[in-house]
């Protein structure tokens, strides 16, 4: 059986394929992505794929695959697969929930606290060679400490981001989110409001639901326009919840303070207009990039993909529930 990689990823999965050595082939590819042409080349074989975020594993693609049997994403989010064809083939689709939880929230905070202090700004400025003497008036920004934060999403990232601010900073938390949350409000002493009550008392505005036709532009002109001045965007989940020419037209005309933003609508591209901006702090997607995130997620995709190839069931970290019932029959 073969099981398709379709970047680097850290040695632990590797090691868990290698103890099926004698039945698993590892096609382990490590240069640049692949294009399309090239993905559907490779999968055509594979009874498993490992892919990363930007692999666009759409109808095509699973069209392309003789024999595939599960789609074990190196991701938590899963939007860059068509969920539902995979269903319809009866393709599993797994992912590795969980232990990127602290590393994004920590990616947030530190998202957070770089644009209100100013640091790459101020970096910039040293790297330069523009700090010729003290000024009292430099790179001064705002103190975090009892202000509010407005979490569009309370699941796991937006709790826990939710319990730095509190527990950190002794910050107000708001939330927003389809569920309610109600251990966590009482631990964190959150209030789960409308998204407009959230986004007129916020100072600090962090992004953390999954991207879904219901999310996707949700944070558009009429949203920013109801957010603080002095407010601060924050944006770790997926780009197009946030309608980027909206946010540059809010970043240029100060309906709002500033954004940092670890995702974006056309990724990898970035608006030239962001780049221009001062009051915005840019990430390449690495919310995720710890070592102890990452080691994990690797291993946890090639969980799913020994749960299906080897132990003939549905992988532990299943994200069409639909096939929750399936028997394996067909592998052999
Ligand atoms: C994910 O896993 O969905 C993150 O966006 C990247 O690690």
């Known amino acids: ?76 989010g899963y939007d860059h697969i068509d969920v539902a064809k995979a269903t319809e083939k009866g393709i599993f689709v797994g992912n590795t929930p969980g232990n990127l939880t602290e590393a994004v929230a920590e990616h947030a905070m530190a998202l957070a606290l770089s644009l209100g202090r100013r640091i790459p700004e101020a970096d910039r400025y040293c790297r330069a060679g523009k700090y010729k003497y003290w000024d009292p008036m430099l790179f001064i920004g705002p103190k975090f400490t009892g202000k509010t934060l407005g979490l569009i999403g309370f699941g796991r990232i937006g709790q826990n981001f939710a319990k730095l601010a509190r527990f950190g900073f002794n910050m107000r938390i708001l ?22 009550v959230l986004l007129g008392n916020s100072d600090i505005v962090s992004v953390h639901c999954n991207l879904t036709d219901e999310s996707c532009g949700m944070i558009g002109e009429q949203e920013l326009k109801k957010m603080k001045p002095l407010s601060y965007l924050i944006n770790t989940a997926r780009g197009p919840i946030i309608n980027e020419e909206a946010l540059i037209t809010a970043l240029k005309e100060g309906w709002i303070a500033g954004a940092a933003l670890d995702v974006f609508e056309d990724e990898p591209k970035i608006k030239p207009e962001l780049i221009k901006l001062d009051n915005v702090v ?12 990452r080691i ?17 069931k549905p992988p ?15 592998i052999s």
């Open 1 to 76: 059986m073969k099981v398709l990689i379709t970047r680097e990823i850290p040695q632990a999965g590797l090691k868990v394929l290698e103890i099926y050595k004698d039945r698993i082939e590892v096609d382990y590819r490590q240069g640049p992505p692949l294009s399309q042409t090239e993905l559907k080349h490779a999968i055509k074989d594979a009874d498993a794929i490992i892919p990363v975020i930007p692999d666009d594993i759409n109808a095509d693609v699973m069209a392309a695959a003789d024999v595939l049997k599960i789609i074990a994403t190196y991701s938590v």
């Open 316 to 330: 532990r970290y299943l994200v069409n529930k639909d096939l929750a019932q399936s028997t394996i029959t067909s």
């Open 282 to 293: 840019l990430s390449p997607h690495i919310a995720s990039a710890t070592w102890e995130a």
């Open 296 to 312: 994990q997620m690797s291993r946890m995709a090639a969980e799913n993909v020994v749960d299906v190839l080897i132990n003939k």
């Open 175 to 196: 939330y927003n989110d389809p569920i309610s949350h109600p251990e966590a409000e009482s631990l964190l002493d959150a209030e789960k409001v409308e998204l407009d």
